[in-house]
């Protein structure tokens, strides 16, 4: 069985070391959380340094948060691109600029290691359970032989397209998901304070025209990356120039209400 790295057992990256492990992967892990390696030695894979991690794997998937530690992540004596064998696979599960994945794709290109982006969907519980959409974006073949290791954590794999396209994609998903939570809260607030009994209406809106995946999850979406999501949509849209005014306005909003979480308790207030 081919060896997958996991660079990053956060949130999202830990429950995915374990799905790996259980579809029989060898799994080598680089993370700097003492409690995060502990997790991962219980689990059964090998926490290593990233230079042994690049120089082993197969597969490599990178959880991080930002652009610049992707970046960081491959640059360098000791990154990816400078220990990788030709052949591997790199997939940036983190969210990023689209531009980013594109130029690290055109920099490993001339040493034989593909660059994709591998973006997830649906949240943390979706990755306990196995059930992520992940979006691929890259070359149809190295697509196909990435797809068994993505379906290990993921119920759902759409190939978007070529690389950067996932990013495009997960983008898109959040640019709506902001949008509904804030409308979700917006209308919840109105409707409380008019005295009507918002569990109930909820249950109703499940069943109607209004029905979106963030009233379905309703009190259990933290505002933490809400804003840099955001950040992503306004300036992939100065780039191409598109005016997303609605967006723009919901951008406002997730920086204001960053710190906070949308509770039912929190209507009107």
Request: hydrophobic letters at 40%.
């Amino acid at each position: 069985m081919a060896k997958v790295g996991l660079i990053g057992a956060g949130r999202m990256g830990m429950p995915i070391v374990g799905h790996l492990l259980r579809a029989g992967y060898c799994t080598l892990v680089s993370e700097r959380n003492p409690a995060a390696v502990e997790r991962v030695t219980q689990l059964g894979a090998q926490c290593v340094e990233t230079s042994a991690l690049a120089a082993e794997s197969d597969f490599i998937l990178l959880c991080v948060g930002y652009d610049a530690e992707v970046r960081a992540l491959l640059d360098g004596p000791d990154g990816i691109l400078s220990n990788a064998r030709p052949g591997t696979i790199v997939a940036v599960l983190s969210t990023v600029h689209p531009r980013t994945v594109r130029e690290l794709a055109a920099q490993a290109a001339p040493r034989g290691i593909h660059v994709v982006d591998s973006t997830v969907c649906r949240g943390g519980r979706a990755a306990d359970e196995g059930t992520l959409l992940s979006f691929v974006g890259g070359e149809a073949e190295v697509v196909e032989r990435l797809r068994p290791v993505l379906s290990s954590y993921s119920s759902d794999v759409v190939h978007s397209g070529g690389v950067g396209t996932a990013q495009v994609s997960k983008a898109v998903n959040n640019l709506i998901l902001w949008a509904c939570l804030v409308a979700n809260h917006e209308g919840m607030a109105l409707a409380n304070r008019y005295g009507v009994d918002t569990d109930a209406l909820r249950e109703a809106l499940m069943r109607s025209s209004a029905v979106n995946g963030a009233l379905g999850n309703w009190g259990k979406q933290s505002m933490a990356w809400a804003q840099d999501d955001m950040n992503i949509v306004a300036e992939m849209a100065d780039d191409c120039g598109i005016s997303l005014p609605q967006s723009g306005l919901v951008r406002e909003i997730c920086r204001t209400l960053r710190p906070r979480r949308y509770q039912i308790e929190q209507y009107g207030s």
